[in-house]
């Protein structure tokens, strides 16, 4: 009898871990609470990749970062068509918007062109914040993925280079996220969807992008593919707080809970090396070199 329960008993348990963290069952740490087993510290029970050492997002150190002469500007092509239809889709994890063909960019110390394939967000709540990736340890409200493959992919390394913006706080809205932000409102439920315009490059600071931080990583989702060459972008985007509530306050994941603190926590560097395309604490120095002597001059002169 008793050894009938236990039996019963371990059968299920095997059940519900089963059902619960099942292929394409994975959720955010928020979630974990509800369903047993399938937060971050789980994934890699089922995507055995998510527990390898070359995984994203990361914790940048900006000092630490080595500055290479090869990370020149990006070049973006399709980025500036004006007033196109894209399409929002609520998949569960975050808002996405798939992007149609012509769209690539090159350049950027990245050896061929990439095609742009999709772009999502992940962010806070009204008490946490929400970027993936952080910088000297800050965390932003917010960060935009914007996803590029390469035309002929390996299955390997640098199949992927992503694109990532950090979101910070200001006064004033960013009215080139009216449309976007109108249609949160109407992809509260699992793959809803909602068609509205806007011109992706004016959704980021497209005159302000060479400084940035380029590292070898993978997907921040299952099942965290280490195929990614990351670019994090220096100059943030800015939105009011009323529009970054908007993210907080529209989605849900489930009919029962809002979609809020979509981020992967930040993962071990290991062996890897940041680089930057900036030589700013070089020149910022000769720069302030450069400044004393002149005013020095003018004292002497004067
Ligand atoms: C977009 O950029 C390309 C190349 O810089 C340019 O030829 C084209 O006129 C631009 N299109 C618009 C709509 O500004
Ligand atoms: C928008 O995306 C959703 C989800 O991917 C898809 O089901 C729908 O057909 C798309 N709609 C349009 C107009 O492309
Ligand atoms: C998107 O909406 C606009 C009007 O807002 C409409 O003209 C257009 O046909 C729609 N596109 C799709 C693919 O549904
Ligand atoms: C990324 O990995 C590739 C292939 O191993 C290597 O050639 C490249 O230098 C690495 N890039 C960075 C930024 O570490
Ligand atoms: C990730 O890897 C899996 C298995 O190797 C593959 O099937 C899938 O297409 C890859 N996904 C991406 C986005 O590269
Ligand atoms: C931008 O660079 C400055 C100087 O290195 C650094 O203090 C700051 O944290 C960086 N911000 C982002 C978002 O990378
Ligand atoms: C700013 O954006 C928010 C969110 O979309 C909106 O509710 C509000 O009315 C906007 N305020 C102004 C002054 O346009
Ligand atoms: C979203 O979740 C909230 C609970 O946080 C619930 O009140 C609301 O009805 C849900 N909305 C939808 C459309 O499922």
Redesign the pocket.
């Known amino acids: 009898m008793m050894k009938c329960f236990s039996l019963a008993l371990l059968v299920s348990l095997s059940l519900i871990k089963d059902s619960a963290a099942a292929e394409g069952d994975w959720c955010y740490e928020i979630q974990g609470h509800q369903t047993l087993g399938c937060g971050p510290r789980f994934w890699g029970e089922h995507y055995p990749t998510c527990a390898k050492n070359h995984q994203s997002p990361i914790n940048v150190l900006t000092k630490k970062a080595v500055f290479d002469k090869a990370l020149k500007p990006f070049h973006f092509k399709g980025y500036n068509i004006t007033g196109r239809h894209l399409n929002i889709t609520n998949n569960g994890h975050s808002a996405q918007v798939d992007l149609p063909t012509g769209i690539e960019i090159s350049g950027g110390g990245l050896s061929e062109t990439y095609i742009a394939a999709q772009f999502h967000f992940h962010w806070g709540s009204d008490e946490f914040y929400g970027s993936e990736h952080t910088v000297d340890g800050e965390k932003y409200p917010m960060e935009l993925h914007i996803v590029h493959k390469r035309k002929t992919s390996t299955g390997g390394f640098g199949d992927l280079a992503v694109l990532g913006f950090f979101y910070e706080e200001t006064a004033k809205n960013n009215t080139e996220y009216n449309s976007l932000i109108e249609s949160l409102g109407h992809i ?2 699992k793959d809803g969807y909602k068609n509205f315009s806007a011109t992706l490059d004016k959704l980021i600071p497209i005159n302000e992008l060479k400084v940035y931080y380029r590292y070898n990583g993978s997907l921040t989702t299952p099942p965290c593919n280490e195929t990614v060459i990351w670019t994090l972008f220096n100059t943030t985007i800015k939105l009011s707080k009323l529009q970054l509530q908007a993210f907080h306050n529209s989605l ?1 994941f ?5 979609m809020v603190e979509n981020f992967r926590p930040v993962q071990k560097r290991s062996d890897r090396i940041v680089y930057t395309s900036s030589s700013q604490v070089i020149l910022s120095s000769f720069q302030s070199l450069l400044i004393c002597f002149i005013v020095s001059f003018l004292t002497i002169m004067s």
């Open positions: 509260s439920t849900n489930t009919e029962k809970q809002r």
